[in-house]
DNA sequence: GAGTGGTCTAGACCACCGA
DNA sequence: CGGTGGTCTAGACCACTCT
């Protein structure tokens, strides 16, 4: 049994569920809340931080969500078991590698406006023929390749240059236009290298790639992006937390 | 502008919100509510259901995670764009090929009980030479072999027969004898088939595979469950619908 | 300014679990 | 049986977006 000491910050703009909930997640993430560890329940948890219940468990559900917290009911809330890792996020293969320190570069290989493929224009939602932005990229991380990225956008989303796009990622640029991503839909499976593909990636012909294809929508659910991605399978590989709400 | 008329059911166990959530899904599959159509505010849809607006919301809020619907501030619910694919579910291979109707059989190449190695006591949360029962089948569908799937449980989770595994899949048995999966870590990559894979699997050595492992944990949080699959790359990928919340 | 979703409250009743 | 989470209500105020 387990209870909660939190600093709640009623005046701060942070949600009060968000804040609770990253502070149970601090908890465990640094052992104070040990595996298998039991909570208290909701309505004790809620009054030892002087908020409602619905918000309470708002912020539970939030962990449930992550995987990190499991509940049964008639039972109580749990810390699950096994080591943590986080999820797949909505978030681009640059901003995964600045977090681990890696040293990412970027080689734009290509980038100039195109008239849309068929399949790119029904991945977009565009008329076939409609002009997008192709763009083909490098990435390299600890001095070694990793991945060659091919997007697709449409025109007038992607007014960035070549320079910028080296520098600082496609996916924030477009953070910073005023594009908000909200949902992606993602294909991942694995083939044999082309010629080409393993000169880049520097390995040998007919090495097994992992290939992930991606079309992402902004929040007016519009389709702002289509990526066709290959990742050197010695370097890298997906994790993919899965929760099924009862 | 697009309201909604249900019938729902104050009688039935199934919960309001899940009522509503499973009539705008079948809505928007069956092409009544169009990619890009706006719904109703919120608190006008709970007047029409007769419903609370906490309610309501928690109907929307369930096909905003599924990436059916789009929310914005200001703005109001919209439908998202783009062809629908369902996300990927806690459930097993078997289920998947069932669904689609695709003649799914199994071999069992390997059914013991074994003392655990150090690897696999780690990941089920054991300790070191506990006894698990090790499990390796050869998963075929329309007479294609498709994966290679090896599995390990504690040993009194899984007192089932080569016949039982054979007919049903390995989940639907832990089901039925009470065991619930709730959380599942997935990590998926890619490699060259060993010489036995490949012959098992019906492709040249060195071919591309796709591989998973997954660890799952029950509704208190343990660990029942360790998987290391391979599967045929040009027959099989994954799908994951990632959201962000902002 | 009008309209939208985002958050929060203080209750209520129920279904399920374990002793 | 008591304790737990699961659902639901009827309000309230706020932040944001568009015009």
């Known amino acids: 049994m387990t209870g909660l000491s939190v600093e709640i910050?009623?005046?701060?703009?942070?949600?009060?569920?968000?804040?609770?909930?990253?502070?149970?997640?601090?908890?465990i993430e640094e052992g104070r809340l040990a595996p298998g560890a039991?909570?208290?329940?909701?309505?004790?948890?809620?009054?030892?931080?002087?908020?409602?219940?619905?918000?309470?468990?708002?912020?539970?559900?939030?962990?449930?969500?992550?995987?990190?917290l499991v509940r049964k009911r008639g039972v109580g809330t749990q810390v699950v078991h096994g080591q943590i890792k986080r999820p797949v996020k909505l978030t681009?293969?640059?901003d995964d590698l600045t977090r681990a320190n890696?040293?990412?570069?970027?080689?734009v290989l290509a980038h100039d406006a195109v008239a849309a493929p068929d399949s790119i224009s029904v991945e977009l939602n565009l008329r076939p023929g409609d002009t997008v932005v192709r763009l083909k990229r490098l990435r390299w991380a600890a001095d070694e390749p990793l991945a060659i990225m091919h997007n697709w956008l449409p025109a007038e989303l992607c007014p960035f240059s070549a320079q910028r796009l080296s520098e600082l990622g496609l996916y924030p640029l477009l953070r910073s236009s005023g594009v908000n991503m909200r949902v992606a839909k993602q294909r991942i499976g694995a083939r044999a290298a082309t010629a080409e593909e393993a000169r880049l990636l520097g390995v040998k012909r007919g090495a097994a790639v992992l290939t992930m294809t991606r079309t992402a929508f902004d929040d007016s659910g519009d389709a702002v992006e289509?990526?066709?991605?290959?990742?050197?399978?010695?370097?890298?590989?997906?994790?993919?937390?899965l929760v099924d709400q009862p």
């Not at 908020?51 to 990190?68: D, F, W, Y």
């Open 9 to 27: 910050d009623r005046s701060s703009p942070v949600p009060l569920y968000f804040q609770v909930a990253q502070h149970i997640e601090r908890e």
């Open 102 to 107: 890696q040293r990412p570069r970027t080689e």
């Open 92 to 94: 681009s293969l640059f």
């Open 226 to 241: 289509f990526g066709d991605h290959i990742y050197r399978s010695d370097s890298y590989s997906f994790e993919v937390t």
């Open 38 to 68: 039991r909570l208290d329940n909701e309505i004790q948890l809620a009054d030892q931080l002087g908020l409602s219940r619905p918000t309470m468990r708002r912020a539970i559900q939030e962990l449930v969500n992550k995987g990190l």
